[in-house]
């Protein structure tokens, strides 16, 4: 569970406030995994590290950081904080590079969340975009998964809605700190991701606000955190493309585009990650199960790990396995008939039970 606010290291906040990921990253193994080194180290010792340029600022960040407040500022917002070396700090996220120093969370990150998929898209999206939206985010939701998006107008705050109405989880990463959500207007549907079990969370601190800088490093979160991407209507220039850029190109996961009228510019930009090939064309839940099934090895040994003791499957996943196991061979049609379920629910639930570390071909050759 997240740490309450007297249970934050005062040590390790104070290096959160004062200096990016990948900086305090760098401190951080450089003095051997000690916050409370790195906070009263000089700035000639801070710059053998980071250079002196950056040393120069990281230690002026320090000495002027004020962690009490923020802890005060996260007490009278409800505000709770995971940090990397935290058991439910996420698997997959701890596998990317300038992964964050900690998060602020409204809720929790839960176990299940492993199986997330971020869908996002833009803001000033078409009607089309709203259904599609709805379509594959509520169906990705009834399948298990946790959609991911940034909590954002338009095909972010559809997908989040779609997710909550199917009985999902939705984890909503916002650019600026949760004591100041942005949109404004979004403050209900924040409050409602956290009723309903989901969760809310930034790597700002509480009262920092939502500049336009902080939504690229808000992406890689979002990227960071999902198995795959999928973009619905991203427009040739906008958060959601580099979102998708980010999985594809950094983070080594499944980025999938929903095509759209071939002269919309709402849906140029997804056009061109299909025509350049780094996304795939997904119109229909098959090709997104098939697409998620893809997901890299190095991805996947992520969420092994972080399932080792997991429980044995249930529910669909469970009927799937014992269908492929009564077959004696994966075929999806005749497993599909079997358990009453559609191909592309097949799919996902073979998904998981791969994820989750089943040997497809291992379950085959059981008695």
Request: negative net charge.
């Amino acid at each position: 569970m997240p740490r309450a606010p007297d249970d934050i290291p005062i040590a390790h906040l104070a290096l959160a406030l004062s200096a990016g990921p990948v900086e305090g990253r760098s401190l951080l193994e450089a003095f051997d995994g000690d916050a409370q080194a790195v906070g009263t180290a000089s700035q000639q010792e801070l710059a053998a590290v980071l250079g002196q340029g950056a040393a120069l600022r990281v230690h002026a960040a320090l000495q002027a950081a004020q962690p009490d407040q923020e802890l005060d500022r996260m007490r009278k917002h409800g505000l709770s904080c995971i940090l990397p070396t935290d058991p439910d700090w996420p698997a997959l996220l701890a596998a990317t590079e300038g992964a964050p120093l900690a998060l602020w969370v409204r809720g929790a990150l839960l176990p299940e969340d492993r199986f997330s998929v971020a869908i996002v898209g833009s803001r000033a999206c078409t009607a089309y975009g709203l259904e599609q939206a709805d379509r594959f985010g509520g169906w990705l939701a009834q399948q298990g998964f946790t959609i991911a998006s940034g909590g954002a107008r338009g095909i972010d705050a559809a997908a989040h809605r779609a997710a909550m109405r199917h009985g999902g989880r939705t984890i909503a990463v916002l650019a600026g700190g949760l004591g100041v959500p942005y949109p404004p207007e979004h403050a209900p549907l924040f409050d409602a991701i956290v009723d309903a079990g989901g969760c809310v969370c930034s790597e700002m601190p509480t009262l920092y606000p939502s500049a336009p800088g902080l939504f690229p490093r808000r992406n890689r979160i979002i990227s960071g955190l999902s198995l795959g991407t999928l973009l619905i209507e991203a427009r040739m220039r906008s958060g959601a493309l580099i979102t998708g850029r980010i999985a594809a190109e950094e983070h080594g996961r499944e980025v999938m585009a929903v095509p759209g009228r071939v002269d919309a510019p709402a849906s140029a930009g997804c056009h061109r990650a299909i025509r350049e090939g780094w996304a795939a064309l997904v119109d229909s839940m098959e090709a997104v199960s098939t697409q998620l099934r893809c997901t890299p090895m190095l991805v996947a040994a992520s969420v092994r790990q972080a399932v080792a003791a997991a429980p044995a499957p249930s529910g669909r996943a469970a009927e799937v396995l014992q269908a492929i196991r009564a077959l004696g061979r994966l075929d999806v049609d005749a497993v599909a008939s079997r358990c009453d379920m559609g191909a592309a629910e097949v799919l996902a639930a073979i998904t998981m039970l791969e994820l989750s570390g089943v040997r497809i071909r291992d379950a085959v050759a059981a008695p």
